[in-house]
């Protein structure tokens, strides 16, 4: 299986991500279950210590979290749970939009499938012959795992490159200056580095309301993509001049 995917989104700009290992999504995945183990253990030293046995109802309720808890996190989390996170990967569309809560639910019921059934050998023999990393409620979902950070030195933006038929998307990225663009780059890096993409959506933000752009991609995807129109543009007027 190929360590690294290649994703064109529909703004023909294309994306190059490092698939998670096998290993990496077998261990967040321990990872998780181990946090599972230690919530029903602490429910057992509760009722053991009030010397008291729950109910049917009460233990379905208790179960609850359990059951919809990759779902959760997942929605929640922007695709990672708690394993993900400790291993630094994430859940990421193939065509580079945000995973929706459809998504996520499609992953989430074809676990069962994937990693509930056969201790999830089924699971592991997509993801092997796949070539994309896609088990099977990946493949339903459009989505794949990637890994957040590596041991590259990021002094630039590592992983967009322009189809020779690139075609400008946000044409009010003109309204940007080079600093803008510069700082946009350092905090891109930095949360590559932090595996933080949450601190993109502050900047994401602001570039839409300064050019009154509104999009649906994730934050990191738009990001790219105002970077690419914007040194696009740039070329073409250095050209001219």
Partial sequence: MSTNISVQTAQNVYLDYELASVGDRILSTLIDWLIIVVYFLFWVVVFSTISQEPGFAFLSLLSLPVLFYHLLMEIFFNGQSIGKRAMKIQVVKLDGSTPSIG?????????????????????????????KGQRIGDLAAG????????????????????????KVNFPEVTLLNDADINLI??????????????MLGPVANKVKEITGVQSPL?????????ISDYNHLAGITESVG
Avoid: C, M
């Fill in 185 to 198: 780059k350092k905090i891109i890096n930095r949360s590559l580095k932090a595996n933080r993409e949450d």
């Fill in 143 to 166: 989505t794949t795992v990637v890994k957040l950070n590596s041991n590259k030195d990021y002094h630039d933006i590592p992983v967009t490159r322009i189809d020779p038929s690139y």
């Fill in 103 to 131: 998504d996520y639910l499609l992953r989430w019921l074809l676990r069962i499938i994937d990693i509930s059934t056969f201790y999830g050998v089924i699971g592991l023999v997509t993801i092997v012959a796949n070539g």
């Fill in 218 to 226: 994730s934050d990191y995807v738009f990001l790219q993509i105002v």
